[in-house]
């Protein structure tokens, strides 16, 4: 069982809806990430929090908007998206930026985009 | 900037017996991280096992062992004993170490493009 939750674990929408991913973990984490993976490849960094802040923006565009409610929780709003940006989304925590400790992932999140 | 180079697309194994993957990896820093981590076709990534480069000793989780070379900035994956539950996606992985003014680069983690492993029944 992971500790890093994903929700929908599936998801399908078209280009001009609005749907958001959700990840939570109670780790105690303070820093999360969200990432992009395309099949065979690795996973592409697009965003991290640390201490809720974002504190990473790999040039990722504006029709992806992340957010941090929380320590535990982190969502990824997504409007207007195109059918490249299908792929699975994952999300991981780490106990916080100073520390040596590895990233936990999550289960991911398999968006289709029609 | 760092960059980390799987060599292998594919590799495969009988299973019981013995897989060594190969990453190896460029950077100018003295003090960071390897990891490898494994995805299953159930697609969590797992982290596997864990190297700091100001260990000299190589790390080892049961069946999993690393060859760090740090001169040659190598860094392999042995697994001993394969089973059919090894079969996955493995991701060579490299951090480095947060420093202050720099906190956040220490989150970023950089991966090879993956080495597909196969195991054999």
């Known amino acids: 069982d992971t500790e890093v939750t994903q929700t929908p674990k599936h998801l399908v929408m078209g280009m001009t809806n609005k749907k958001s991913l959700k990840c939570e973990q109670h780790?105690?984490?303070?820093?999360m990430y969200w990432y992009k993976q395309k099949a065979k490849k690795p996973p592409e960094l697009m965003f991290v929090y640390s201490y809720e802040k974002l504190s990473i923006n790999e040039s990722v565009p504006s029709r992806f908007s992340p957010e941090c409610p929380n320590s535990s929780l982190l969502n990824l709003h997504l409007h207007a998206l195109q059918p490249e940006d299908s792929a699975l989304y994952l999300c991981a925590s780490s106990q916080d930026p100073s520390r040596r400790q590895p990233q936990h992932f999550g289960d991911g999140t398999r968006l289709s985009i029609l | 900037a760092q960059t980390v180079t799987q060599s292998q697309p594919e590799m495969s194994v009988q299973e019981a017996e013995t897989v060594t993957l190969s990453c190896t990896y460029d950077?100018?820093?003295?003090?960071?991280?390897l990891f490898w981590y494994k995805q299953p076709p159930s697609r969590q990534m797992i982290l596997v096992i864990r190297?700091?480069?100001?260990?000299?000793q190589n790390a080892t989780e049961n069946r999993f062992s690393v060859n760090f070379q740090k001169a040659a900035k190598s860094f392999s994956l042995k697994i001993s004993d394969s089973q059919l539950g090894d079969a996955a996606m493995y991701f060579c992985a490299y951090r480095s170490t947060p420093s202050l003014g720099a906190m956040e680069y220490g989150n970023k983690l950089v991966f090879g493009a993956g080495t597909i492993l196969r195991v054999k029944s």
């Open positions: 190297q700091e480069a100001y260990k000299q």
């Open positions: 950077t100018s820093e003295s003090d960071y991280y």
């Open positions: 780790m105690g984490h303070r820093a």
